[in-house]
């Protein structure tokens, strides 16, 4: 049977954002979402998680950045005041600083639960948050097109996002330890190179009956076509707390899938690094975020992060004023300037030394930025 890429006309955008549930009196991880999603009640954008501390919330297909942003402010007020009545908090961020995934509730899914019982430790252990954006495009050969060139682009959104510099109550050294537990995954991380759709149909195909899948969804590559809604969806991106950033991000990826779009459609070459470069370069940024040096060609130059992130601001400026989002976009040099979350979370904890402070400093800049909203 084909898969069918039911194309996009327009780079549509849809965002789903896994929020953590947390007890404001102790600041810790709680295994409560059955009880918020029933409070919820049958809402159809608020769903479980593997983890019964995480919820999902996802918007519909949105025509612009504003849109998002609307619905989620929305979901995300409706969210808190539900949990709120139920003595709880929500938060956006990719790690809890402390808690301890064996602590955690597997949600009671034949889906899940095969699923732990099929990979074992390696999705036990997955208490980690993200943000998935995607972007609607037209045809399946210019998404696998596209596809490929976005890798390129993989290791920026992941340093401007990085937020999860502790696990399991260690400093991990890392911009985002998130990534490298989620990399555990057997089809995790960085994608295959694919030649056109039909190539990818045959992968798929190859891996769900060699029973590596059972269906599509359990691709967790760190970008994907996705067959079903027409579009390229971004997986990279820790949860981050502040709803600037985040839309920010949803804005940087969009514009980035227009910019490649555009060179398709004139007949250009499409920037892909070798496979290499963008693995190191990944590296780079889960290790450094937004203080790496990316690897820029065959020779080993390197780029600063913040610097290639103003260089792709003003590059991609045009598609940003045909889309809406030019001030979203610039929130990217400001992220930039201002640093990322891992580095206040390390500058909380450098002032305190205390991992629930970090976890309160989270919880409120999210809370926070959503009433700015």
């Not at 598609?319 to 400001?334: P, Y």
Request: hydrophobic share 40%; with cysteine.
């Amino acid at each position: 049977m084909a898969l069918i890429f039911n194309g996009s006309p327009e780079p549509t955008l849809g965002v789903e954002c896994e929020l953590l549930l947390v007890d404001p009196k102790t600041w810790q991880a709680v295994n409560r979402a059955p009880e918020l999603l029933a409070e919820l009640g049958d809402v159809g954008w608020a769903k479980p998680e593997l983890l019964q501390c995480i919820i999902e919330i996802i918007t519909t297909p949105c025509r612009t950045v504003a849109d998002v942003k609307h619905e989620l402010v929305e979901k995300f007020r409706k969210t808190e005041e539900a949990a709120n009545r139920l003595g709880m908090t929500t938060c956006f961020v990719a790690t809890h600083p402390t808690a301890l995934w064996h602590d955690m509730t597997i949600t009671d899914n034949p889906r899940y639960l095969n699923l732990v019982n099929r990979m074992q430790w390696p999705a036990r252990r997955a208490m980690i948050m993200g943000l998935h954006v995607h972007v609607g495009v037209k045809t399946a050969e210019k998404a696998i097109a596209i596809f490929n060139a976005m890798t390129t682009f993989l290791p920026h959104l992941l340093a401007v996002s990085a937020a999860s510099p502790y696990f399991m109550g260690e400093e991990t050294g890392l911009a985002s330890s998130r990534i490298k537990v989620f990399e555990a995954m057997p089809t995790a991380g960085l994608p295959q190179r694919m030649l056109n759709w039909a190539e990818f149909q045959r992968f798929m195909k190859t891996l769900i009956h060699a029973g590596a899948i059972q269906s599509i969804q359990e691709i967790w590559w760190d970008i994907r076509p996705h067959p079903k809604f027409g579009t390229l969806e971004i997986r990279i991106c820790d949860g981050t707390p502040d709803l600037d950033d985040l839309l920010a991000l949803v804005a940087l990826s969009q514009c980035l899938i227009c910019y490649l779009d555009d060179l398709y459609d004139n007949g250009e070459q499409l920037p892909i690094h070798k496979y290499w470069f963008i693995k190191e370069n990944k590296w780079r940024a889960t290790r450094w975020g937004l203080d790496a040096d990316i690897v820029h060609s065959d020779d080993g130059t390197t780029r600063h992060m913040r610097d290639d992130l103003q260089f792709l601001v003003n590059k991609l400026t045009p598609f940003a004023i045909q889309q809406n989002c030019l001030n979203e976009l610039k929130h990217i040099s400001r992220i930039a300037d201002r640093g990322g979350s891992y580095e206040r979370q390390r500058a909380v904890y450098r002032k305190t030394e205390n991992f629930a402070a970090v976890t309160e400093s989270v919880v409120n800049e999210y809370q926070e930025s959503v009433k700015r909203a």
